[in-house]
């Protein structure tokens, strides 16, 4: 991992059981940003075939080493605790499939919660019209990522049903 500030994220939000979805999240954006992220998703790559061309071992090896480098930064962005139960464990899809199936919080759990964010969100009295917006914006965003399967009208009517005080939202209705 080069010196980079962005590896201080991992620094200071340690896996801890509980924040499964939000370090995934900070796991990623350092090891996109590290061109590492690959190692993630898609399996280790076991054996060379035979006759493989020089540029095929490169990636190889390549491939082998950023999977022995982001397996440290994984298991160095946990508790002692959680190491414990991972560092028996040699590449990094398994390590994350196995994080996967104990911590995940389904999508489900996720869009209910945003679902029901975006729909109680109101205005606070006082407050920034342009601050709301930007707050119900990335509702929208968030909703539009879990697949919600909420209508533009749906989400306009939302939004200004948030913005609008109860005695204009009745002249609204009524004219």
Request: no cysteine; proline share 4%; glycine share 4%.
């Amino acid at each position: 991992m080069s010196k980079n500030p962005l590896t201080l994220i991992m620094k200071t939000n340690k896996f801890n059981g509980t924040n499964y979805n939000n370090w995934l999240r900070n796991l990623r954006i350092v090891l996109y940003f590290e061109n590492q992220g690959y190692v993630l998703d898609k399996p280790l790559p076991t054996a060379l075939p035979e006759g493989s061309s020089s540029e095929e071992r490169v990636t190889f090896d390549k491939w082998h080493e950023d999977n022995r480098k982001v397996r440290s930064i994984i298991l160095a962005s946990m508790t002692n605790e959680i190491q414990k139960l991972y560092d028996r464990l040699e590449d990094v899809p398994s390590i994350m499939l196995r994080m996967k199936d104990v911590y995940a919080v389904p999508d489900r759990h996720i869009r209910y919660a945003a679902i029901k964010s975006f729909f109680g969100t109101k205005m606070a009295e006082g407050s920034s019209v342009q601050s709301h917006g930007v707050t119900m914006l990335s509702l929208v965003e968030k909703l539009e990522d879990l697949k919600a399967g909420l209508n533009n009208d749906t989400y306009i009517d939302v939004i200004l049903q948030s913005f609008l005080h109860p005695t204009t939202r009745l002249l609204l209705t009524t004219t």
